[in-house]
């Protein structure tokens, strides 16, 4: 079973909300990864990291062009961290991937797991 999967991407006109998920497996909870990243990548823009879950510490961070129209959760329940998207512009169109490490960072080869990614297509 992969560490990480990633599901809930799709088409969604500009102005609507998607949620995606990040399935985390138990391999990857043994693995002691308490920080859970999402980045997302386009053909216009290298990997970029958009917000950080850092469950030890209990704080998130979020990337300062996407602060205020998403937001991270995770549910314990499911062992799933999500990320709801608000206020979608066609700039927000690209492959969204989780990540995780033992810590937060912007840096994308700081995290050594990676799910497979799941595209959002933002579009009338």
């Known amino acids: 079973q992969p560490p990480l999967v990633e599901s809930g991407g799709g088409l969604v006109q500009p102005g609507g909300s998607l949620r995606l998920s990040c399935k985390v497996s138990?391999?990857?909870?043994?693995?002691?990864?308490?920080?859970i990243a999402w980045f997302r990548e386009s053909p216009e823009n290298a990997r970029e990291a958009l917000a950080c879950?850092?469950?030890?510490?209990?704080?998130?961070i979020y990337r300062e062009s996407v602060r205020g129209r998403i937001t991270l959760r995770r549910v314990k329940s499911v062992s799933t961290v999500y990320l709801q998207m608000n206020n979608l512009t066609s700039e927000d169109t690209g492959v969204y991937f989780c990540?995780?490490?033992?810590?937060?960072?912007?840096?994308?080869?700081?995290?050594?797991?990676w799910g497979q990614g799941t595209q959002v297509i933002v579009s009338p």
């Open positions: 990540a995780a490490d033992r810590t937060c960072s912007d840096y994308v080869p700081h995290f050594t797991s």
């Open positions: 879950l850092n469950m030890r510490a209990d704080t998130t």
């Open positions: 138990r391999d990857a909870w043994n693995l002691d990864f308490s920080a």
